[in-house]
């Protein structure tokens, strides 16, 4: 997908075979689809898959790998109430971040990368909601919640741990508020779910709230 978006209305719509996305947002699911395509993605700095219908829930199963360079792990989508589960492997070497909307990883599903992982960056009037379901891990080399301390940082940032669940900053920092906009954020642990780093700061030079909860 080089430009535009390609909309997939069914499981099998793109075949069996790898999708490279090089367009942003040049993948678009609809309701209720699974796409088991691994995917390769050099969408520079933007998005490449979009669940854009209100309310819409979609499933990425295949891996997902990003090309190095100017090429960026941007995963948010825009519909309203929609959510994008993702249950397959996703691995980046460059800058990872969770822009937008409600995004899930579930069962093995995983994001591991030797870069940052940074959640919550779209526009300070964005929401972002990040669920990590059963044995799902999100691991970085540092991990940023709230934005990346600038103007785009969202408005509120959500992030859920269940089950026995991970998210790593490795030996590196969990910033818990990285916002520039006095965006909030609030960090529920639930389960046996597991919260990782090396130290915890409060890096955002005008961070709203950070509420902690721990098992609900």
């Known amino acids: 997908i080089s430009a535009g978006a390609l909309r997939a209305n069914t499981n099998s719509a793109l075949g069996a075979g790898t999708v490279a996305i090089n367009a ?17 993605a050099a969408p520079g700095a933007n998005e490449f898959v979009d669940v854009p219908d209100a ?9 997902i790998a990003v090309s190095g360079g100017s090429n960026q792990y941007r995963l948010g989508i825009s519909g309203t109430g929609a959510t994008l589960t993702l249950t397959g492997a996703s691995t980046a070497s460059t800058l990872n971040i969770l822009t ?3 995004v899930v990883f579930s069962g093995n599903g995983s994001l591991i990368s030797s870069s940052s992982v940074n959640v919550g960056r779209s526009s300070a009037a964005s929401t972002m909601s990040l669920t990590l379901n059963n044995n799902a891990l999100v691991q970085g080399n540092s991990v940023n919640l709230g934005g990346l301390n600038g ?17 790593s900053a490795g030996t590196a920092a969990l910033n818990v508020n990285n916002s520039d906009v006095g965006g909030s954020t609030t960090h529920t642990l639930n389960g046996s779910a597991t919260l990782k780093a090396g130290a915890g700061a409060v890096g955002g030079s005008n961070h709203g709230q950070t509420t902690l909860n721990f098992n609900g």
């Open 24 to 40: 942003p947002s040049g993948l678009q699911l609809a309701n209720g689809v699974t796409l088991a395509n691994a995917i390769t």
């Open 55 to 63: 309310n819409a829930s979609a499933t990425l199963s295949g891996n």
């Open 151 to 167: 103007t785009s940082d969202d408005l509120s940032t959500a992030v859920t741990l269940n089950d026995a669940s991970t998210l």
């Open 100 to 102: 937008r909307g409600n």
